[in-house]
């Protein structure tokens, strides 16, 4: 269906190397390798490695991805290198190894790989002020802000760069994850200062349920991203986040031809393709399948016929 097509291209950055799922390089990769195999290919985005880990995926990868192309070409694997926060020194260490990365596979004549994309953290503002000039251009930027104190300050001072807001939706602890106040508060304040969006952890299934083994609820994909491009449009303010953000029922949300609704709220194939190009973004998952297993569940997305 065009809609889902629309809200779900390329929303997953694949980070089987992190909690809980914490998979060995090789079995990432080729996890990797495989669901860009897949039919599901249009949903994922890049995988996520840190820089201290690069070498590890450089010889575990090497014969899994193409090996003649460029980086542009759409049989590339995009990385996204996952650095150290930017008030540590060896943030500058990183930039080194991520641009010695690069040029090595291009010197190896168009090898399909590239970081394309870097991850870091903030404490404040102040430390987005003072250090943001540390990340060279040329890459696609986040930079996770803490979501248990209030975060317009950070997100204000990251509007001033050519930046976006990374926030952790959940983890392995019930302490790791925000409350539905918390998560609509950050997704309001990014809207608000026109800062993209991306968020990571937690959010496998498409509504919001209860995880057993953590001991609390989390959040659904389905919420987050319908909810954040309905506030883009400002067809949710931000009471009326929270809302969508607890919904429970996945078939609450309703996918046509012309659009997806949730309630009385509503929104056109443009409108889903401008918030998306321009807010949100993507999420982070150490599974691909659980997401797409549940959408197959749910028959948003079609089941594939075995071949007799």
């Known amino acids: 269906m065009r809609s889902l097509h629309r809200l779900m291209e ?24 495989a669901h860009r195999a897949s039919p599901q290919r249009w949903i994922l985005a890049r995988i996520a490695i840190p820089v201290s880990r690069l070498h590890e995926f450089d010889r575990e990868a090497v014969d899994l991805f193409p090996k003649t192309g460029s980086s542009s070409r759409d049989d590339a694997w995009r990385i996204t290198a996952i650095m150290s926060s930017l008030h540590d020194h060896r943030v500058e260490e990183d930039v080194e190894i991520i641009e010695k990365f690069n040029a090595a596979y291009e010197r190896k004549g168009g090898t399909a790989a590239v970081i394309d994309a870097v991850e870091t953290k903030a404490l404040d503002g102040t430390t987005i002020a003072e250090c943001m000039e540390m990340i060279p251009e040329g890459f696609e930027t986040w930079v996770e802000i803490p979501w248990d104190k209030d975060p317009r300050g950070a997100i204000t001072a990251l509007s001033g760069f050519d930046a976006g807001a990374k926030v952790r939706t959940g983890g392995t602890t019930i302490p790791a994850h925000p409350s539905p106040e918390q998560l609509a508060l950050f997704i309001d304040s990014t809207a608000a200062a026109s800062v993209p969006l991306k968020a990571t952890a937690a959010i496998h299934h498409a509504a919001r349920s209860l995880n057993s083994t953590v001991g609390c609820d989390q959040f ?10 309905m506030r883009w449009h400002e067809r949710l303010n931000r009471q009326g986040l929270q809302e969508i953000l607890q919904e429970r029922d996945p078939k609450a949300f309703l996918f046509s031809p012309d659009g997806v609704k949730w309630k009385t709220h509503q929104l056109s194939l443009r409108e889903i393709d401008e918030a998306r190009r321009v807010f949100m973004k993507s999420f982070g998952s150490c599974s691909f399948e659980e997401p797409v297993d549940e959408l197959k569940s749910l028959g948003i997305l079609p089941k594939e016929v075995a071949t007799p």
Not at 12 to 26: C, K, N, T, V
């Open 10 to 33: 390329e929303t997953i950055d694949y980070a089987g190397l992190f909690p809980p799922a914490e998979l060995p390089m090789r079995q990432t990769v080729q996890k990797y390798a």
């Open 220 to 229: 659904g994909f389905l919420g987050v991203f319908i909810g954040a491009c």
